[in-house]
């Protein structure tokens, strides 16, 4: 049987217990600095009992009104000290206006005033001292722990000798239980070279590594550097992986948003981590303004862009947040996940179907959305050329139905989700996207409400995406299949492309077309080997890579934006927006959409796909081979 351990609320009897001691030590010890015990002290003592039972009697209720008595001080720190501060010093204010009042009654006949101020003084050093010899005993125990058990640990390297890697090792330190040690930085800024933190020392700068590697026996790697761009992390993985050194990583910056920096966030080096680039500022008060005390609503909130644009909306503060999917697995996992990171935030969980229009005006009436952001929509590309009529109803006539009824509800705010390949689409998934894109550009154009556009690349790690894919191939024992060597697509991952929208959103005024800056297109090849590396792998000799071929219709490269026109820079250096409009808008653009909707209904897919192709700049739908379902593009 277990021994049961004390509990918090017992070890804070005995803290009050040692506080009435304390404070009758504090008034003595008081009276003694000020009279140094000579004919004075004798000559005042006699009512030092009074002042005595009015400090046991108010300190602490004091003290337990600023909660002094319902805090674990073995985890004491600088903001416990703030509240002992002001606990003490509301507690000797409240006695001296008491004792001030007993002299003038004339309780208390003599009195030296001075002894307040000396009671104070003492009495922050007594209650400060107790408590925080509780935190210094459990450091000292984890300290003693820490040293019979130094020689089972991993000795850890870590990297980045910023706030992240300094918590990183703080936690290390107060949870021997993860086995790890730390006994060591590399940081690049020469100031903190053989300084330490926390008793770890700067051994060195990242250059370094490899050599303190073979210098020194180190278990593990940690990257604890949530801004370090693609090139660090890589250069640290590939020396790692020469040296056969286990390694792992901190999140990037936008992953942890919302989030805090911790050991529980150590992970795997992923392929998200190579494509890091080095984040961009954010203008905090125009987001604030966008979205702060508004009520929010995402359709496809289940979805991996949907449920990304949850979490970070969360963090500005909204109202009220709706949650709009069709799938009731999803939905019910992102709540549970919003529900533990913001406990305080009303959310709305809507199972609702986009192409229902009955069922979006009463969402739309009895939550009345200030801000909407539409991500709901299909994207599998493959799946979409079998299923046609699909791909109209869900992702032209649900856009059409959401901007119908942002318009009639007042929505202030409406942003819609897009993709490179509405850009002279080769397959109905990007032309549907396009013409979802003209309905949200001419409804800001009829009403002058501030409706736009984000257009982006792929994204890592969602749904349907190539990454798993490869994912499942490798762990299949290969081949990872590619259908050219030169394939090229952007990338980016989820948690950044859903931070530049939120930025963009609170940028546009209306009709505006906005383009994130994926960067570089990356070989798919390359994005292939990568994963089998980090799979701890090697390409061509434990993996093979086999190349099927290019589909006719398929493009080697995306485009963010059509020939002919232009781009402008906005103030965010990572968002552009796309000069000039579609031609096909107004009356003209209702009547196409009506006629498409009509034959995807009547179940026509020649006819959706011919007119795709007549009314999208450069479409070439047709073009496309019969699709194969287990490919990605």
């Given at each position: 049987?277990?021994?049961?351990?004390?509990?918090?609320a017992i070890?804070?009897?005995?803290?009050?217990?040692?506080?009435?001691?304390?404070?009758?030590?504090?008034i003595?010890?008081?009276?003694?600095?000020?009279?140094?015990?000579?004919?004075?002290?004798?000559?005042?003592?006699?009512?030092?009992?009074?002042?005595?039972?009015?400090?046991?009697?108010?300190?602490?209720?004091?003290?337990?009104?600023?909660g002094?008595?319902?805090?674990?001080?073995?985890?004491?720190?600088?903001?416990?000290?703030?509240i002992?501060?002001?606990?003490?010093?509301?507690?000797s204010?409240?006695?001296?206006i008491?004792?001030?009042?007993?002299?003038?009654?004339?309780?208390?006949?003599?009195?030296?005033?001075a002894?307040?101020g000396?009671?104070w003084?003492?009495?922050?050093?007594?209650?400060?001292?107790l408590?925080?010899?509780?935190?210094?005993?459990?450091?000292?125990?984890?300290?003693?722990?820490?040293?019979?058990?130094?020689?089972?640990?991993k000795?850890?390297?870590?990297?980045?000798?910023?706030?992240?890697?300094?918590?990183?090792?703080?936690?290390?330190?107060?949870?021997p239980?993860?086995?790890?040690?730390?006994?060591?930085?590399l940081?690049?800024?020469?100031?903190?070279?053989?300084?330490q933190?926390?008793?770890?020392?700067?051994?060195?700068?990242?250059s370094?590594?490899?050599?303190?590697?073979?210098?020194?026996?180190?278990?593990?790697?940690?990257?604890?550097?949530?801004?370090?761009?693609?090139?660090?992390?890589?250069?640290?993985?590939?020396?790692?992986?020469l040296?056969?050194i286990?390694?792992?990583t901190?999140?990037?910056?936008y992953?942890?948003?919302?989030?805090?920096?911790?050991?529980?966030?150590?992970?795997?080096?992923?392929?998200?981590?190579?494509?890091?680039?080095e984040?961009?500022?954010?203008?905090?008060?125009?987001?604030?303004?966008?979205?702060?005390?508004?009520?929010?609503?995402?359709?496809?909130?289940?979805?991996?862009?949907?449920?990304?644009?949850?979490?970070?909306?969360?963090?500005?503060?909204?109202?009220?947040?709706?949650?709009?999917?069709?799938?009731?697995?999803?939905?019910?996992?992102?709540?549970?996940?919003?529900?533990?990171?913001?406990?305080?935030?009303?959310?709305?969980?809507?199972?609702?179907?986009?192409?229902?229009?009955?069922?979006?005006?009463?969402?739309?009436?009895?939550?009345r959305?200030?801000?909407?952001?539409?991500?709901?929509?299909?994207?599998?590309?493959?799946?979409?050329?079998i299923?046609?009529?699909?791909?109209?109803t869900?992702?032209?006539?649900g856009?059409?139905?959401?901007?119908?009824?942002?318009?009639?509800?007042?929505?202030?705010?409406?942003?819609?989700?897009?993709?490179?390949?509405?850009?002279?689409p080769?397959?109905?998934?990007?032309?549907?996207?396009?013409?979802?894109?003209?309905?949200?550009?001419?409804?800001?154009?009829?009403s002058?409400?501030?409706?736009?556009?984000?257009?982006?690349?792929?994204?890592?790690?969602?749904?349907?995406?190539?990454?798993?894919?490869?994912?499942?191939?490798?762990?299949?024992?290969?081949?990872?299949?590619?259908?050219?060597?030169?394939?090229?697509?952007?990338?980016?991952?989820?948690?950044?492309?859903?931070?530049?929208?939120?930025?963009?959103?609170?940028m546009?005024?209306?009709?505006?077309?906005?383009?994130?800056?994926?960067?570089?297109?990356?070989?798919?090849?390359?994005?292939?080997?990568?994963?089998?590396?980090?799979?701890?792998?090697?390409?061509?000799?434990?993996?093979?890579?086999?190349?099927?071929?290019?589909?006719?219709?398929?493009?080697?490269?995306?485009?963010?934006w059509?020939?002919?026109?232009?781009?402008?820079?906005?103030?965010?250096?990572?968002?552009?927006?796309i000069?000039?409009?579609?031609?096909?808008?107004?009356?003209?653009?209702?009547?196409?959409?009506?006629?498409?909707?009509?034959?995807?209904?009547?179940?026509?897919?020649?006819?959706?796909?011919?007119?795709?192709?007549?009314?999208?700049?450069?479409?070439?739908?047709?073009?496309?081979?019969?699709?194969?379902?287990?490919?990605?593009?």
């Amino acid at each position: 049987m277990q021994r049961m351990k004390i509990h918090p609320a017992i070890r804070n009897r005995y803290i009050l217990m040692g506080d009435l001691l304390l404070i009758i030590v504090a008034i003595l010890g008081s009276y003694a600095l000020r009279l140094e015990l000579g004919p004075l002290f004798y000559f005042y003592i006699p009512w030092a009992p009074i002042i005595v039972i009015v400090s046991l009697l108010l300190k602490p209720i004091v003290y337990y009104l600023f909660g002094l008595y319902r805090r674990i001080w073995t985890y004491a720190s600088t903001q416990e000290l703030k509240i002992i501060l002001a606990a003490v010093t509301t507690a000797s204010l409240v006695i001296s206006i008491v004792i001030i009042a007993m002299v003038q009654m004339g309780i208390i006949v003599r009195f030296p005033r001075a002894i307040l101020g000396i009671d104070w003084l003492l009495s922050l050093i007594f209650v400060g001292g107790l408590r925080f010899t509780f935190r210094l005993l459990a450091e000292n125990r984890i300290s003693a722990g820490r040293g019979r058990r130094i020689k089972q640990a991993k000795q850890v390297l870590i990297i980045g000798a910023g706030d992240a890697g300094a918590l990183v090792v703080k936690e290390l330190q107060k949870n021997p239980q993860v086995n790890m040690q730390p006994v060591g930085f590399l940081d690049d800024d020469p100031s903190k070279l053989k300084h330490q933190i926390y008793g770890v020392p700067v051994i060195g700068a990242l250059s370094d590594l490899a050599r303190i590697l073979d210098l020194r026996a180190i278990d593990e790697v940690v990257i604890a550097i949530p801004t370090a761009t693609g090139r660090v992390i890589r250069m640290a993985a590939d020396v790692c992986r020469l040296k056969g050194i286990p390694f792992r990583t901190m999140p990037g910056i936008y992953e942890l948003l919302g989030g805090r920096v911790s050991v529980n966030r150590l992970r795997e080096v992923d392929i998200a981590d190579l494509l890091r680039r080095e984040p961009a500022k954010i203008n905090e008060e125009m987001i604030g303004a966008s979205l702060n005390g508004k009520v929010v609503l995402v359709t496809g909130a289940g979805g991996s862009i949907g449920r990304e644009l949850c979490r970070q909306i969360a963090r500005w503060g909204p109202a009220e947040l709706v949650l709009l999917g069709h799938g009731e697995n999803s939905i019910f996992e992102a709540l549970i996940e919003l529900q533990e990171g913001f406990p305080s935030l009303p959310l709305r969980p809507i199972i609702a179907d986009i192409r229902d229009m009955p069922r979006l005006k009463w969402i739309f009436n009895t939550h009345r959305p200030q801000v909407v952001f539409h991500a709901a929509a299909h994207k599998h590309v493959p799946l979409m050329e079998i299923n046609i009529e699909e791909a109209i109803t869900n992702n032209v006539l649900g856009t059409l139905n959401v901007v119908e009824i942002s318009l009639a509800s007042c929505v202030q705010r409406l942003v819609m989700i897009s993709t490179d390949k509405a850009i002279r689409p080769a397959n109905v998934m990007g032309a549907t996207k396009r013409m979802a894109e003209m309905l949200v550009l001419d409804a800001a154009k009829r009403s002058g409400k501030a409706f736009s556009v984000v257009r982006f690349g792929n994204v890592l790690g969602s749904r349907g995406s190539v990454v798993p894919l490869f994912k499942r191939q490798i762990a299949r024992g290969g081949p990872v299949t590619l259908t050219h060597p030169d394939m090229r697509r952007y990338f980016m991952t989820i948690p950044e492309a859903v931070h530049l929208v939120l930025q963009a959103s609170s940028m546009g005024q209306g009709g505006e077309t906005f383009v994130l800056n994926m960067g570089q297109q990356i070989r798919i090849l390359d994005l292939a080997e990568d994963l089998i590396r980090l799979s701890g792998l090697e390409p061509g000799r434990d993996i093979e890579i086999v190349f099927t071929g290019i589909r006719p219709g398929e493009k080697l490269s995306e485009d963010l934006w059509d020939e002919g026109y232009s781009f402008i820079r906005t103030p965010h250096p990572d968002i552009l927006r796309i000069g000039g409009q579609d031609t096909l808008n107004g009356e003209a653009l209702q009547k196409t959409i009506n006629k498409l909707i009509q034959i995807a209904q009547s179940g026509d897919s020649a006819a959706v796909v011919t007119l795709l192709d007549e009314i999208i700049p450069g479409s070439a739908v047709r073009s496309m081979p019969p699709p194969e379902i287990t490919s990605i593009e």
